[in-house]
């Protein structure tokens, strides 16, 4: 095992990618779950998940954290990202039953998402070019939480690399 003072320059290295990856662990997350079948109101794999279900299982699984139940309530966690501003881990939501935020997915680049879409199919990844969701996007958030604020990641980044001064 190596020594604290040894390993503060590594420690803070990997404290770094750890922030930098934590939106990859959530389209990691995300892309693990594809195939798990669609139900309404479900909530874990085994049961299956509908879109809200699988979001917030996934953000749960795989940084701890808790989203609200439903797409409408996710839809007022964290930061609105405009399109052209997307990040994976994002989420992003659609009108799909006449209801604005009624369907949310998590953005995993290259203008793909990943969501649960309907009674009878299962997890899968789709374009969002594709018209029927083109038409139908009707906003995106970032979680907030997901990366810590500039000050507070200094400060922890200070943390590590000089120790208890």
Known sequence: MQSAASNSESGARSFLSGMAGKA?????????????????????PDSGLDCSGFVR?????????ALPRRAEEMSRVGEKVRVSDLKPGDLVFFNTMRRTFSHVG??????????SPSTGSTIRVDDMDDGYWEKRFTGARRIESTVPQQQELRQRVSATIGGSN
């Open 24 to 44: 990859g662990d959530v389209v990691v997350g995300a892309l693990n779950m594809i195939g798990v079948r669609y139900r309404w109101g479900g909530d874990t």
């Open 57 to 65: 299982y996934v953000f749960q699984d795989t940084l701890g954290m």
């Open 106 to 115: 998590i953005y995993i680049g290259d203008n793909k998402f990943v969501h």
